[in-house]
């Protein structure tokens, strides 16, 4: 399923309390600023350059949302 950034935003602004307010396993402080940055980048733009780089007839299970691939790429750029 492709979120628009205006969805994971949404998303992600109603999650981020609650992990901030837990008391047992705190949200570690790199994820928060990780997070922070996932919330303001905007990268449906790059949503059509990305999926022009998709196989045109893919076989098998559909392709994952590219914006979706290169948020996880970009968190484990940010973690690492």
Request: glycine letters at 4%.
């Amino acid at each position: 399923m492709a979120l628009s950034h205006v969805q994971y935003s949404k998303t992600l602004s109603q999650k981020l309390p609650g992990w901030l307010r837990r008391q047992s396993r705190r949200l570690p402080a790199p994820w928060h600023e990780a997070t922070l940055v996932l919330l303001r980048l905007d990268l449906d733009p790059a949503r059509p350059m990305l999926r022009a780089l998709y196989a045109p007839g893919p076989r098998g299970r559909p392709p994952a949302d590219p914006v979706c691939v290169l948020r996880a790429f970009l968190l484990m750029l940010l973690l690492h």
